[in-house]
Structure formats: structure tokens, C-alpha cells
């Protein structure tokens, strides 16, 4: 491989490189080589590139070699760890490298002398501001929603890596890709959210004021330069759930159907996304890029392009520009967001991201609020943006466990925020426009203080209602048979523990599972 031969040249004896262009091929050959050829067989070629004893410029080769086997060690930990083959081989270079007496240069190619590598990928935790914070919808400011799911898609970016994009366009599948799944997911359970806010709200004028709230938020995180989210906000706001509601259209003062008008035509998917292509290459600083847009870049490269060109000889201007894309998807780790995050406001907006409901359910609930006219056909202006199904198939997989945990985080939120007697309690007047974030249509809720509700209470509530729309995990749908049940006697929910409250219809009982009730 030339370009390895070059990448060892291009350092001195200390491991200094020689130039801007040339640390930038070392960079690129270290991170894209394993899309023609496995990292083992690129170890196994450093190994072969080590001087033999008798080369008069062995001093010089040697120290190029270890230096580089630093560099991609450091640099690229995680495909060490993922590779038990590759360290192999690294450990038989190590092995020749001892053998020959230079101990200097082992300790360069020795992983575990290393520090441990510093993680930029992560997102930094959200400051905790000390004022008390609302957590009902109807009070919070459209670029305090923007802001906070701006962090949350901050944060699930930070966690994607080179070796999960490489994943997703080579298996073109984010299955048994968590980094890549938890975007997905959040994209749908923004767009489902931004429809069952507004389908949760009884008249045509309350679904118009969610629907003008929604048009503000998107405005905001187009400010934000947040164009991901700015995708799955503006889905939702088109989703034919909400463009048919006719009277809820009538409704909308003409700068919102006009501000709708603008996003759909920015994320148009007309010439390949040309209006935003555009505008985001114009965009500088923080910036979050619509990430189906850019995944579909990298696959239509990957098959445009062959590994090789002239049977033998590897295509470095396939490499150079799948690096070029990448590297711009990864460009938002080292990214500083101009905006601070609370975290009781990340509490609930993950929770409330968290529902999942069906298309089918979602549709009902659209008919129920507004009953289908047949002499009257609906039009929509706006046609709903539209990325390549990167995401098809991936469904929420929450577990007990994972739902317990967000719903624990929300209750704590909630008990800071509101029981202001610290006595356990908040009002049930402020319970129930909390509870308005999450609409639980079949889900009651009982107290055992007249006026007021517990936090044991609250917990209940949570884990039932999250639980019957997360299907219990969803991917587990097919083992479960769930109907509405009236109880008899004393009954504990098998997933929270929590006494099933009311008279009657107190929760959910599986046909197949005697003892699962929720």
C-alpha cells in the first residue's frame, strides 16, 4: 500500500510531521482505510514494512513505523477495542519490535502505556440553573424548547463515531447501531410528539395555538442552525394526522401558514436538498446537519466509486472524499453550543419524547378530534419533508428498566419544582398540567389527599401510562395481548409495582400472560 509508505515517511524520527497535508493523510489512511481493506490487514502489512536487521536505514524506518502505530493507537482507540484480531497482530508487531532491543520504540506501540484518551465525543453535562423551572407545556418559551432539544440532539451526535457511520453505509442498516438507532429515535419521537401535542388539545383554537407554538419552535432552532430537529418539527406540523384537520387550519393566522411554507421549502427534497445544502453551507459555528440527508451522501459515494482502480491500487479519491463527509459529521463534537441546558427541562422532554404510539392510533385520535367529512376534501399546501428511510424498521426498545429510569428522573424534576412544602405532595391542579405534557388518553389517575397527589402516586401514573405506549418495550409487542381490564380485587402493576387505582377499567391485563398487568 503506497499510501502506508507515505504515511511513515512523512514523519521525522521523533514522529513530527512534515506538513499540514501531510498529517492530513496520515489522519485520513488511519481512519478510512478499513473501508477497502480489514484493519488486521493493514497491521499485518506494518508488520512486513519493519526493517529487517541488515537495512542500513533501519534507525530512521523503525521510528517512522512505531510513531505511526502510536498515532493510530491514540487516535483511534475504539477499533482496537472492537477488533480482538487486530490486537493480535499489534501485539506480534510488539513482540519484533522488543526482540530487537529497542526498547524505546516498544513503549510507543505498547497501548496500555498510553493515557487513556480523552473522549471529545461526548457532550458536556447541562449546567443546573438554581431558579425554579416550569414544566408544563403551556408555559414554556419557544426557544427554551429549541434550546433543549437542540442539547438532546447535541448530545446523540457527540455519540455517533466514524466506526458508526462506516457501519450504517457499509450494513446500510442502523440496526445494531445504538449511536445511530437513539437519533433515529428521537427524530420520530420529536415529529410523533409535535402531532399528539396538538391532537391532545380538545378544540379547533387550542390545536391552532399548539400548532402556531410548534411554528415559533421551529423558528427558533432554524436560528440554532439546527436543521435535524428543524426536520422532524416541521414533519410532524405536515403529517397528513395534521395537515386534514380542517377546522384547526382555518384557524392559523396567515404568518404561520406562511413560516410553514418557508421551512417545507427549505427542506425541500427537490435537486437533492439543494435549499439546504445550500443554506447550511453558508451556516458557521454550531450547526447540526439533517443527518438522513448526509447518510445517503456517504452511500451513494460508497457505491459510486470502486475500492480499487487498476486491479491492484487502492482508490484514494474514493477515501479522501468519504473523509471529506465524515469528517463534516463529526465537525459537531468539537462544537461549543451556544446555549446552556436544565436539566429538569431535559427530564421531561426525554420522557415525553420516550411515547410511542401507532400510526394507526395516531390516525384515530386525528378522526376522533375532527370526524371525517366525505364531502369535504382536504388539500395540504405543504408537502411533508421527505429523507431516504435510513431510519425504516427501528421502533422504540424501552425497556422496564430504561422507562423507570427516565420516569424516576421526571418525578424528581417534578417533587423539586412543585412540592413546595417538601412534605411529598405537589397540588393535583398542577399534577394534571404536567401530566397535559403526556397525553395518556386511557390512563386515570387517584390520590389519596383530597387536592393533592403523591410522589408515589405520580410515579404510578408514569410508569402505567409509559409503559402501555412504549408496549413495554414494543419489540417484545408480539408476546403480549394487552386489554383494558376491570380489577376485582387489590391489583399491582408487574412494572412498577404501583396499586392500580379506580373503580373501574384500572389498567391493562395480557390475554396470553396471566400474571402481566399494568
Avoid at 458508526?164 to 445494531?176: A, I, L, T
Avoid at 421549502?265 to 438522513?292: A, D, H, Q, T
Avoid at 409509559?466 to 380489577?487: P, Q, R, V, W
Wanted: hydrophobic share 35%; proline share 5%; net charge neutral.
Amino acid at each position: 500500500m503506497c499510501s502506508m509508505h507515505c504515511c511513515a515517511s512523512v514523519a521525522d524520527s521523533e514522529g513530527k510531521l512534515s506538513s499540514q497535508r501531510g498529517s492530513q493523510l496520515v489522519h485520513m489512511t488511519l481512519m478510512m482505510h478499513s473501508w477497502v481493506v480489514p484493519s488486521q490487514t493493514f497491521s499485518q502489512k506494518l508488520l512486513t514494512l519493519y526493517p529487517p536487521p541488515l537495512l542500513s536505514t533501519r534507525g530512521l524506518k523503525r521510528s517512522q513505523i512505531c510513531h505511526l502505530v502510536r498515532r493510530w493507537i491514540s487516535q483511534f482507540p475504539a477499533v482496537f477495542e472492537a477488533d480482538p484480531l487486530l490486537e493480535k497482530t499489534m501485539g506480534d508487531l510488539w513482540a519484533l519490535v522488543k526482540s530487537d532491543g529497542e526498547e524505546t520504540h516498544s513503549q510507543l506501540i505498547d497501548s496500555s502505556c498510553l493515557n487513556p484518551s480523552v473522549n471529545v465525543s461526548q457532550a458536556p453535562s447541562p449546567s443546573v440553573k438554581k431558579r425554579k423551572v416550569s414544566l408544563i407545556f403551556d408555559h414554556m418559551e419557544p426557544d427554551e424548547m429549541a434550546q433543549h432539544l437542540s442539547y438532546l440532539e447535541f448530545k446523540n451526535f457527540c455519540n455517533v463515531s466514524f466506526l458508526d457511520y462506516r457501519s450504517y453505509v457499509v450494513r446500510s442498516s442502523v440496526r445494531d447501531n445504538p449511536a445511530l438507532e437513539r437519533s433515529v429515535m428521537m427524530c420520530n419521537g420529536v415529529s410523533q410528539w409535535v402531532q399528539l401535542m396538538i391532537l391532545s388539545r380538545h378544540t379547533a383554537q387550542q390545536r391552532a395555538q399548539v400548532f402556531t407554538k410548534f411554528i415559533h419552535v421551529a423558528q427558533k432552532l432554524r436560528a440554532l442552525q439546527n436543521f435535524n430537529t428543524l426536520m422532524a418539527v416541521t414533519g410532524g406540523l405536515c403529517h397528513s394526522s395534521i395537515s386534514r384537520l380542517k377546522d384547526t387550519a382555518n384557524l392559523l393566522p396567515p404568518d404561520v401558514t406562511k413560516a410553514l411554507s418557508e421551512m417545507t421549502e427549505l427542506l425541500s427534497s427537490r435537486s437533492n436538498y439543494s435549499n439546504y445544502r445550500r443554506v447550511y453551507n453558508e451556516c458557521n459555528g454550531f450547526k447540526v446537519p439533517i443527518l438522513g440527508v448526509h447518510l445517503k451522501d456517504l452511500i451513494s459515494l460508497n457505491e459510486a466509486l470502486p475500492d480499487y482502480i487498476e486491479e491492484d491500487k487502492i482508490n484514494l479519491s474514493k477515501l479522501q472524499h468519504l473523509y471529506s463527509n465524515i469528517n463534516d459529521l463529526l465537525a459537531i463534537h468539537s462544537c461549543t453550543p451556544p446555549f446552556e441546558a436544565n436539566k429538569d427541562l431535559l427530564h421531561l422532554l426525554t420522557l415525553s419524547l420516550d411515547l410511542y404510539y401507532t400510526e394507526d392510533e395516531i390516525y384515530e385520535l386525528s378522526y376522533t378530534k375532527e370526524p371525517k367529512n366525505p364531502k369535504i376534501q382536504v388539500i395540504s399546501h405543504f408537502k411533508a419533508p421527505y429523507v431516504r428511510e435510513w431510519g425504516s424498521g427501528v421502533t422504540p426498545r424501552l425497556d422496564p428498566d430504561t422507562i423507570s429510569k427516565h420516569v424516576k428522573q421526571m418525578v424528581d424534576s417534578i417533587m423539586k419544582n412543585y412540592d413546595q412544602n417538601q412534605d411529598g405532595y405537589i397540588s393535583l391542579e398542577d399534577f394534571e398540567k404536567i401530566a397535559a405534557n403526556f397525553p395518556f388518553s386511557f390512563c386515570t389517575h387517584e390520590t389519596d389527599r383530597e387536592g393533592q397527589i403523591s410522589r408515589e402516586e405520580i410515579t404510578s401514573y408514569f410508569m402505567r401510562g409509559m409503559s402501555i405506549c412504549a408496549k413495554l418495550g414494543y419489540n417484545f409487542k408480539d408476546a403480549h395481548n394487552f386489554h383494558e381490564t376491570t380489577y376485582k380485587r387489590p391489583t399491582f402493576c408487574d412494572t412498577c409495582g404501583g396499586f392500580l387505582w379506580g373503580v373501574i377499567k384500572q389498567g391493562y391485563h395480557c390475554k396470553g400472560k396471566d400474571e402481566c398487568v399494568i
